[in-house]
Every structure is written in structure tokens, then in C-alpha cells.
């Protein structure tokens, strides 16, 4: 015989599926909630890391920097002795000597030593002094 049933009695037999549905979906949810936080907590983490290591090499060229210019800054005292330049024709005449026979002076500086354009390897026009 067929039994007359209840809209209430329906939902009330279906209610352990739901239950079950409605359980297994929180569960995803929380899931989600916890790998997001997760991933969240991760990329924290690793922009902690990388920021710490910025920070560091920032520091570190900081201390380079300040180290060089202090010791390029440095000063040494010395004694310069005078240097006499002898001035008669004699000392005139062996300078000469030097410059144009021993050295060749003349072939990039020019006949008076003031400096002359030159045409260098790579073309390039310079001033050589």
C-alpha cells in the first residue's frame, strides 16, 4: 500500500544527504581558506626574505662605499725637495740631445713640444701633449 507522505517528512528524510552536502562544501571551503592563507603566508615570508636580503646588500655597498672614500680621501705628508734646474748652455744643449735624438719626442708632440694632431689605429683625431 502506498504510503501518503509529508512534504515534511520528505525533507526530513532527505535531510542526512543535505547534511552530508552542506558538511563536504565547508569542508572545500575551509580548505580553500586554508591553502589561500597559506600561499598568503608563504609570499609574506618570501618578501620578508627578499627584503632582508635587499637590506643587506644596501648596507654592504653603504660600507664599501664609505670605506674607498676614505681611504682615496687620505693625505700623506712627504718633504718635496727643491729641484734645481740647471740653466746653462751645456745642461740646454744634452736636454736637446734627449728630445730629439734618444727620445724622438718631436714625432708626437710636435717641433715645439706643444702637442700636434695625430692620426691614431682606430682613426681617431687626438692631441697628443
Same mark, same amino acid.
Given at each position: 500500500?502506498?504510503?501518503?507522505?509529508? !512534504?515534511? &517528512?520528505?525533507?526530513?528524510?532527505?535531510?542526512?544527504?543535505?547534511?552530508?552536502?552542506?558538511? %563536504?562544501? +565547508? +569542508?572545500? *571551503?575551509?580548505?580553500?581558506?586554508?591553502?589561500?592563507?597559506?600561499?598568503?603566508?608563504?609570499?609574506?615570508? =618570501? @618578501?620578508?626574505?627578499?627584503?632582508?636580503?635587499?637590506?643587506?646588500?644596501?648596507?654592504?655597498?653603504?660600507?664599501?662605499? +664609505?670605506?674607498?672614500?676614505?681611504? #682615496?680621501?687620505? $693625505?700623506?705628508? $712627504?718633504?718635496?725637495? *727643491?729641484?734645481?734646474?740647471? $740653466?746653462?748652455?751645456? +745642461? =740646454?744643449?744634452?736636454? !736637446? !740631445?734627449?728630445?730629439? *735624438?734618444?727620445?724622438?719626442?718631436?714625432?708626437? !708632440?710636435?717641433?715645439?713640444?706643444? @702637442?700636434? %694632431?695625430?692620426?691614431?689605429?682606430? #682613426?681617431?683625431?687626438?692631441? &697628443? $701633449?
Amino acid at each position: 500500500m502506498d504510503e501518503v507522505v509529508s !512534504h515534511r &517528512q520528505r525533507i526530513n528524510r532527505a535531510r542526512p544527504v543535505f547534511g552530508l552536502l552542506l558538511c %563536504f562544501s +565547508a +569542508a572545500v *571551503a575551509n580548505k580553500r581558506k586554508a591553502t589561500g592563507s597559506m600561499m598568503r603566508s608563504l609570499i609574506k615570508w =618570501i @618578501g620578508y626574505i627578499v627584503g632582508g636580503v635587499v637590506t643587506i646588500v644596501i648596507v654592504c655597498l653603504a660600507v664599501v662605499y +664609505a670605506v674607498t672614500s676614505t681611504r #682615496m680621501a687620505r $693625505t700623506y705628508p $712627504t718633504d718635496v725637495e *727643491a729641484v734645481v734646474i740647471p $740653466t746653462d748652455s751645456a +745642461a =740646454i744643449e744634452w736636454g !736637446h !740631445h734627449l728630445v730629439l *735624438a734618444v727620445g724622438k719626442c718631436v714625432a708626437c !708632440h710636435g717641433d715645439n713640444l706643444g @702637442g700636434k %694632431f695625430v692620426v691614431g689605429k682606430s #682613426m681617431e683625431f687626438r692631441r &697628443q $701633449t
